[in-house]
């Protein structure tokens, strides 16, 4: 195979993965619930149970990397190491941290992973 060809290939795998990486994260983004969900009983973060359904959000540590839920649900998992983040971070997201919209989650993300 000459140089040509693979300078072909390669711009076509960097690409694929830059598109792959572009539309991964634009479904991070586009996720929004139903804000209309009913309330029931779920459990919360920490294993507990929580007589009434919070529409809230929590982002939290999940394995070394920050999680997102929804009405104690995963929603969606980051590619967001917590080992980089400073101490105080890392403990709030160990307890997780609430928010009441998916503009503050947004935000926090972006917080996080600058």
């Given at each position: 195979m000459n140089l040509k060809s693979r300078i072909w290939i390669l711009?076509?795998?960097?690409s694929i993965s830059l598109l792959l990486a572009v539309f991964s994260t634009a479904a991070?983004?586009?996720f929004e619930?139903?804000?209309?969900?009913?309330?029931?009983?779920?459990?919360?973060?920490?294993?507990e149970t929580n007589?009434?359904?919070s529409d809230k959000y929590v982002?939290?540590?999940?394995?070394?990397?920050?999680?997102?839920?929804?009405?104690?649900?995963?929603?969606?998992?980051t590619d967001i190491?917590?080992?980089?983040l400073r101490a105080v971070d890392r403990d709030l997201?160990?307890?997780?941290?609430?928010?009441?919209?998916?503009?503050?989650?947004l935000r926090l993300l972006e917080d996080f992973g600058s």
């Amino acid at each position: 195979m000459n140089l040509k060809s693979r300078i072909w290939i390669l711009g076509g795998l960097l690409s694929i993965s830059l598109l792959l990486a572009v539309f991964s994260t634009a479904a991070v983004f586009a996720f929004e619930p139903d804000a209309a969900a009913s309330s029931e009983s779920a459990s919360t973060l920490a294993g507990e149970t929580n007589n009434t359904m919070s529409d809230k959000y929590v982002i939290a540590d999940e394995n070394g990397k920050i999680g997102v839920y929804y009405m104690g649900e995963l929603i969606y998992l980051t590619d967001i190491s917590t080992t980089g983040l400073r101490a105080v971070d890392r403990d709030l997201l160990g307890r997780g941290i609430e928010t009441s919209s998916y503009e503050d989650v947004l935000r926090l993300l972006e917080d996080f992973g600058s």
